[in-house]
């Protein structure tokens, strides 16, 4: 009883961590669709682009040193510095009237919220060894709420508070995260041992490893520019703030709505067909976001596009897991590196374009992406049979 009760409090812990991530990944997107933020910060849409580009250079690089940071030296004080970091961005993107001073914050953010991340599903992923599926599909549905409150927020108090008050908040409850984590008894680290680069570039050569990757860079930036620069181009179509803000909160609830549907659906259908599948889903959306300006099908289309998201990334991941056993945890950290650079590179990309062309130009780029989705996902489909032959023979069979 007392050994559950003690998971049960360090699973409470894990969940409010990713809670603050959720937060994390959503701010930016949130406040960029708000008049009052980009008059403040006197941005143009390129260096919106290069704030969000900051912000995931600020994720990969915490990620790939949190994993062995917490082998080394355990969660607590990767918890409670990344909560601190959080804190810390929040509060400076509350102060900051400029490009300059929204930057330091972002890479703040995204180097606290990539240790939160990581060190959250690594203490999850220890604590419930025989349930570790299922545990993990319940701290990230914590994420999405995170990330579904800050769109929400924002469309509930518009007008009724300054966004600065709004992003202090955030910063004191990251902070209060610090401090519960500095309270908190954590498992003692594990031996140490780290991602190498030498056994990425090895298992690199596995077939169907780089596709996979590639896959999950499209998958990946496509998630960074929609909950980046949705609400930008839902006000650029003449939408006003608070209803591109409640659109945003739809593509969170959406995703988090799919990712609960993913497990039954993988009862009934393939992990490739549903990767497939939801590729086209993806595309579909994106064709309906980029075709119309009318409020009713600008939410069609990111109602769409959160539903079909929801069952790429995990998937995907579940795939490479099935596939290549003996070496998973190397093959992981290759394919969220590679993901992760999807997710810097894309929405920087809608920035640099929007600002020459367009935003409505500039939201091409998820639906060229979600085209690669499903080329590359229709590749994997049709040479799943010689991945399987390569993996037994990976494994020793």
Known sequence: MAETIRRGMLFGGAATGIFVFGIVMAVLGTLFGLPEMRARLQIDMAQQGNVFLLLFMGILVSTLVAGPAIDSIGNKIILVASSALVAAGMAGLAYAHSFRGAAIPAVLLGLGGGGLNTSTNVLVSDLYGEKRGPMLNLLGIFYGIGALCIPLLAAVIAGHFAIGPQLLTCAGFAGACALLFLAMHFPA???????????ALRVA?????????????????NEASISGWTSTYVGAAGLGARTATLILAGYWAALMAGRLAVSGLLEVVGKLQLVLASGVGALIGAVILLTNRSEAMLVAGVLVIGLSYAGVFPTA???????????????????FAIALVGGMSFPWAVGQISQRFGVRIGMVVPLAAAVGICVLAWRILKSEKSIEVASQGERGY
């Open 189 to 199: 680290s594990s031996a140490p041992q780290s991602f190498s680069w030498r056994e």
């Open 317 to 335: 991941l579940a795939i490479a897991g099935d596939t290549y056993r003996k070496m998973a945890g190397t093959v992981f950290g290759l394919l």
């Open 205 to 221: 050569q596995y077939p169907g490893v780089l596709v996979l990757g590639f896959l999950l860079f499209c998958q990946s930036g």
